[in-house]
């Protein structure tokens, strides 16, 4: 997914189909093991931050990125929340570009709450789920969020589609 550096959401839909299978004879679901996310630029690099105004200044830029089980209207402003029902998972990155007025790329970043690893998976039980992303208009190109996840087919049980009532509207 390609968010461009104007604060505008954009949203992409990763379909599962192949996956998960709710009406068959044999149903199954998808477990979500961990989730990785790179923020690059559209050549695969690091993307850079715009110039600050001046020497010993500097700039910084966020992106955001947000994957959920239900689709949210692309008019809100806001990015989903883990507090969310719906939400998998979500991760920022704030950047500077230090303390020299040129473009340079990330010298610096911190980031949200990222969990890598998800200790008993994430049961998803729908056809599709939704990557969010947003970027600032601090970045002097559009942030691509690239998602690698490691999943896991599994029988619908009784006790799974409990959690997935539980877990997702």
């Given at each position: 997914?390609?968010?461009?550096a ?18 068959s ?119 691509v ?19 997935l009532?539980?877990?997702?509207n």
């Amino acid at each position: 997914m390609t968010a461009p550096a104007t604060q505008a959401r954009a949203v992409t839909e990763i379909d599962l189909g192949a996956y998960v299978n709710l009406g068959s004879t044999k149903p199954q679901v998808l477990r979500i093991h961990s989730i990785q996310v790179q923020f690059a630029d559209e050549e695969g690099l690091v993307p850079t931050v715009d110039a600050a105004a001046g020497a010993g200044e500097f700039k910084s830029a966020f992106a955001c990125v947000a994957m959920t089980t239900k689709e949210f209207a692309l008019a809100s402003p806001k990015m989903p929340f883990l507090s969310d029902d719906e939400t998998v998972y979500t991760r920022s990155i704030v950047s500077s570009n230090g303390e020299t007025a040129v473009n340079q790329g990330i010298t610096s970043g911190e980031t949200d709450l990222a969990p890598q690893h998800l200790t008993n998976g994430y049961l998803v039980g729908v056809d599709t789920l939704y990557l969010y992303g947003v970027a600032d208009d601090a970045w002097a190109e559009s942030v691509v969020m690239s998602v690698c996840m490691e999943c896991s087919i599994e029988p619908a049980t009784r006790e799974n589609a409990i959690n997935l009532a539980l877990s997702q509207n």
